[in-house]
C-alpha cells in the first residue's frame, strides 16, 4: 500500500495506522465541528429574524392607529423610540421618495442604492463592514386616496456575524489540535499494538540454520496474527525438513560419489606402481571406464532431478502404446532375466498421453529393480489397467515383506533397501526418486505397496490425459 502523494519505497504499517487513524479522527472532528456550526448559524439567524418579525407587527401596530399620511408627522417620534433600547436597530420611514424619518448612519445610503427592495422580506445588506438585514414595510390608506408610505426596518446582525467568526477559528483550532492529539495517540496505540509484530520479527531475526526447528511462541502472540505465526511456524518446519534433506542429500551425493571415485584411484595407483603388460593397462582402463560411466549415470540422473524439481523439465507430448513399451522392455530385459530364471510376463492394454522418453526411462527403471531384486525362478508381472480414477501400470515381483513406510522412503535419492544392499552393485539410489520425478511431471503418483510376499509398483496417470484403452 502507497499512501496517496507518498512516492518511494511502501510505508510502514504503523505509519498506515497512524495517517489513517489521524484522517479518520479529523474527518470525525470537522463533520462535528461544521454541525455545530450550522446549528448556531441557524439559532442565531433563527434569533435575529424573530426580532425583525416582532418589530414589524409593532410598526404595524402603529400604522393601523394613525387615520392618513397626513397625521403621520406627529406620529414619527413612536416609529423613532421602536429602537430605544436596541442600538443595533434602526428605522426609517419614506413618503413619495423623500424621508419623513431617516435610519441613522449610512444604512440609508445602502437602501437609496439598493433601489427598490422586496416588501415583506428581509433583504440582507453589507454596509462599511457590517452585516445588516433590511425589510420594508409598505402601508397605504385606501379611504383617504393619499400616497402610502414605506417603513424600513434594519437589524445590524454584525454580532451574530462576530460570533459564528470566532466559533469557526475555535472550531478549526480545536480540529487541527483534536488531529495532533489523535496521531500522537495512535502512534502510541500503534507502536503498543504492533509490538507482538516486532517481538516475532526480532525472534525470526535470530533464526539460523541451526535453530529452524525452533517454532516461534504462539501463545502470547494476540488472536489477530496467531494464523500468521502458525504459518511461520509450519514455513519454518518446512523449512528445516528441506534444510535436513539437502544436508542428506549432499551428504549421500559425496557418499556415493567417493565410491567410484576412491575405485578410480586405487586401480590407477596399483597399476601405476610397476611396470605392466599391455593387456593389463587395457583391463585397469576397462575398469576404470565402468566406474566413469557409473560417475556419469549418476550425475546425468542428479541433473534430471535437479531440472525436475526447479520445473525446467519440458514433456514432449503424444499418444503412448504403454503395452508396446511395455513388451520392448520385457524384450530387453529377458536376457537378464532368464540368466536367474526370471520371467516377465505382460498384460493388459492402454494408451496415454505423455513423453515417451520419459515414460519408458520410469518403466525401464521399475524392471531394471524388478530384476535384480526378485529372487530367481520367480514371476515379474507387468499389468496395464483403464479404471475411472486414469489408467494404472504395475510391476509387481516376489520379495521379502517390507512395511509401508520403509517403501515410501526407497522414493527418496540414494535410498536403497538394507536387505538387498548385498546384491545392490550397480544400482545407485536415484532410480524409483526418477520414476517418483516422472510421474508428478504428468501429473500422475507413483505408489508402493507389499501384498502377499509381493512388492507392487503402481503408476497412477491422471483420468484427463488417458487415450482410451481397454483390459487385455
Known amino acids: 500500500m502507497r499512501l496517496p502523494g507518498l512516492q518511494g519505497e511502501p510505508t510502514t504499517l504503523a505509519l498506515r495506522l497512524v495517517v489513517l487513524f489521524t484522517l479518520g479522527a479529523a474527518l470525525l472532528m470537522s463533520g462535528v465541528g461544521y454541525w455545530l456550526y450550522h446549528a448556531l448559524k441557524m439559532q442565531l ?19 393601523a392607529d394613525i387615520p392618513s399620511a397626513a397625521e403621520l408627522g406627529p406620529q414619527l417620534q413612536r416609529f423613532r423610540d421602536i429602537s430605544v433600547g436596541h442600538p443595533y436597530i434602526t428605522t426609517g420611514v419614506a413618503h413619495e421618495g423623500d424621508w419623513l424619518l431617516r435610519p441613522r448612519g449610512p ?35 385606501p379611504q383617504t386616496g ?18 459564528l467568526h470566532e466559533h469557526g ?21 500503534a ?23 525452533t517454532a516461534i511462541d504462539i501463545q ?67 575398469r576404470n571406464l565402468q566406474e566413469l560411466e557409473r560417475l556419469q549415470r549418476m550425475v546425468s540422473d542428479m541433473l534430471f532431478l535437479a531440472r525436475a524439481d526447479r520445473g525446467m523439465l519440458t514433456l514432449q507430448q503424444e499418444e503412448v502404446d504403454l503395452r508396446a513399451e511395455a513388451d520392448n522392455l520385457a524384450d530387453f530385459f529377458e536376457l537378464a532375466a532368464t ?75 540414494f535410498a536403497r533397501h538394507e536387505s538387498a544392499s548385498s546384491r545392490d552393485t550397480d544400482g545407485i539410489g536415484l532410480g524409483l526418486a526418477m520414476v517418483d520425478s ?15 510376499g509381493r512388492i507392487v509398483f503402481s503408476l497412477r496417470f491422471p483420468p484427463a490425459a488417458q487415450i482410451g484403452s481397454s483390459k487385455g
Open 107 to 141: 444604512v440609508r445610503q445602502a437602501i437609496e442604492q439598493a433601489a427598490s427592495l422586496p416588501a415583506d422580506a428581509v433583504t440582507p445588506l453589507r454596509v462599511e463592514g457590517a452585516d445588516w438585514w433590511v425589510s420594508r414595510i409598505p402601508y397605504r390608506w
Open 220 to 286: 502470547h502472540a494476540p488472536g489477530e496474527i496467531r494464523g500468521l505465526v502458525g504459518s511461520l511456524n509450519r514455513m519454518l518446519e518446512r523449512l528445516a525438513e528441506s534444510f535436513r534433506s539437502l544436508e542428506q542429500f549432499s551428504a549421500d551425493i559425496a557418499h556415493e560419489l567417493r565410491t567410484p571415485l576412491n575405485n578410480l584411484m586405487m586401480q590407477t595407483q596399483v597399476t601405476l606402481s610397476r611396470p605392466r603388460l599391455v593387456e593389463e593397462y587395457q583391463e585397469t582402463l576397462l
Open 191 to 213: 507502536r503498543r499494538g504492533l509490538a507482538p509484530l516486532h517481538a516475532i520479527a526480532a525472534e525470526a531475526e535470530r533464526m539460523t540454520s541451526e535453530r529452524l526447528g
Open 45 to 63: 439567524d433563527e434569533r435575529n429574524l424573530a426580532e425583525v418579525r416582532g418589530k414589524t407587527e409593532v410598526i404595524r401596530h402603529l400604522l
Open 146 to 163: 393619499s400616497p402610502g408610505v414605506d417603513v424600513y426596518l434594519a437589524v445590524d446582525i454584525s454580532e451574530s456575524r462576530d460570533i
Open 339 to 413: 540368466e536367474r530364471g526370471q520371467c516377465i510376463v505382460v498384460r493388459g492394454e492402454g494408451r496415454q498421453l505423455g513423453d515417451r522418453l520419459m515414460l519408458r526411462r520410469a518403466l525401464t527403471n521399475l524392471l531394471s529393480n524388478a530384476v535384480r531384486y526378485a529372487p530367481a525362478d520367480t514371476t515379474i508381472e507387468v499389468d496395464i489397467e483403464a479404471k475411472t480414477e486414469g489408467l494404472q501400470l504395475r510391476v509387481a515381483n516376489p520379495g521379502e515383506p517390507i512395511a509401508a513406510e520403509t517403501l515410501t522412503r526407497l522414493f527418496a535419492r
Open 169 to 189: 477559528l475555535t472550531a478549526a483550532l480545536a480540529v487541527l489540535l483534536g488531529s495532533l492529539a489523535s496521531g500522537l495517540w495512535a502512534f502510541f496505540v
Open 438 to 452: 516422472i510421474m508428478r511431471l504428468h501429473g500422475g503418483l507413483l505408489a508402493a505397496h507389499a501384498v502377499d
